[in-house]
Structures are given as structure tokens and as C-alpha cells.
């Protein structure tokens, strides 16, 4: 499998995605609807990066050079005429350079992070998958139609990840690492913390 992919979109957010989550974004600008025309010709996606400084909507960004590759998996016309879409995650990449076209839009070079290790969530940290599903019956949650899995460390971290109320520079750690008991460890710590406060 090439690793590279190259000339793809990057959409700099402020929050972050990873494999297997989805999340409703709302395009308005030009530069990100001709990228969604471009995705759809193409059937391809787009990297979405979190913001390191700057604003979602116009101006100069930077953003973090490890994000997620997304698929679009919805789109329809919402109440205030806008248009909304819904992605999700497929795999990690690393952002290797990256420029901005005339119209704004982010365009890099990136090559996909290996998949990290399948595993189960081990006995110390059962409390996690709770804490999954009781987030995951929150009606925003449901309605995204994510299949969530409660037994493998990858699916809880990952989600954990997205859903809890963290600090996105966590999120962006917490994305960043490759391996999942590592991720579960932290969130653990994170979890600890939040109860505390």
C-alpha cells in the first residue's frame, strides 16, 4: 500500500477527529465548497489538521502537522442555507509540506501513520468503556450513527478522545500517539483530574 498521498486537501479545525469518528462540519466559503466538489468528483477525501493559530475562516493558519485523513459520508442543505456535511476518520497522516492555493484552501502532501496495534481495553481501565457508553447515549452522539466498539483499546481511546471535555492541545496529544493502552493510560490520568476539579 502507498503511504503517500499527495495534492490533498488539508481543512485546519479547531478541534480534532480521529479514525472511525464522525463529526457534522458546515461549509460556507468558496475555497472549502470547490473542495467539496473536488472530493466528490474524485471520491476522495480531505486531512482535517488542528488549528496551532489562527481562525477556521479566512486569514493565515497554522495547524499541527498530524491529523486525520476523512471521508464524506453525508451532506445536505441545513435550515440557514448553508451547507453541511458529515465526516469520518479513516486513517492517521503526517503532514510532510504543505502551501496554499490562490483561493485559500490548504493543499499538502502527507503519508499515512501505520495503524496502530488492535487490543483489548485491559481489566485496570474497565471503567472507560463506561464512561464511552454513557457519553454515547447523548442524542448528538447517536445521531452522528457511529458504530462504537466497547471491547477494543483503539475504538474507546479514539472516542474518549473526541467526546470528552478536554483541552484540544490533549486531543492533539492524545491523537498523536500510536499506541492505545498508552492512550487509555492518559486518558485515565485525564479522567482523574476531571472528577476532581
Not at 23 to 27: A, E, K, R, S, T
Not at 102 to 107: I, N, R
Given at each position: 500500500m502507498n503511504n503517500m498521498i499527495r495534492d490533498i486537501p488539508l481543512f485546519p479545525l479547531g478541534s480534532v477527529i480521529l479514525p472511525g469518528g464522525r463529526?457534522?462540519?458546515?461549509?460556507f466559503e468558496p475555497r472549502y465548497?470547490?473542495?467539496l466538489t473536488r472530493c466528490m468528483k474524485q471520491q476522495s477525501g480531505f486531512v482535517v489538521v488542528l488549528l496551532s493559530r489562527g481562525n477556521e475562516t479566512g486569514?493565515?493558519?497554522q495547524f499541527h502537522d498530524?491529523?486525520?485523513c476523512v471521508d464524506i459520508v453525508d451532506f445536505q442543505q441545513l435550515d440557514n442555507g448553508l451547507l453541511g456535511?458529515?465526516?469520518e476518520g479513516d486513517c492517521k497522516v503526517r503532514v510532510l509540506r504543505n502551501w496554499q492555493q490562490?483561493?485559500?484552501?490548504?493543499?499538502g502532501d502527507v503519508e499515512r501513520l501505520p495503524p496502530e496495534p488492535g487490543a483489548p481495553v485491559p481489566g485496570h481501565l474497565r471503567e472507560l468503556p463506561s464512561v464511552l457508553k454513557a457519553l454515547s447515549r447523548h442524542p448528538v452522539i447517536k445521531?452522528?450513527?457511529m458504530t462504537l466498539d466497547f471491547e477494543d483499546a483503539r475504538a474507546v481511546g479514539w472516542r474518549l478522545?473526541?467526546?470528552l471535555p478536554l483541552e484540544v492541545h490533549q486531543k492533539q496529544h492524545l491523537l498523536e500517539l500510536q499506541d492505545p493502552l498508552e492512550r487509555l493510560e492518559n486518558l485515565q490520568a485525564l479522567l482523574e483530574t476531571l472528577d476532581g476539579s
Open positions: 463529526i457534522p462540519m458546515q461549509l465548497l470547490d473542495m486569514g493565515p493558519a498530524v491529523g486525520t456535511i458529515t465526516v490562490a483561493d485559500g484552501l490548504h493543499v445521531d452522528l450513527g478522545t473526541e467526546l
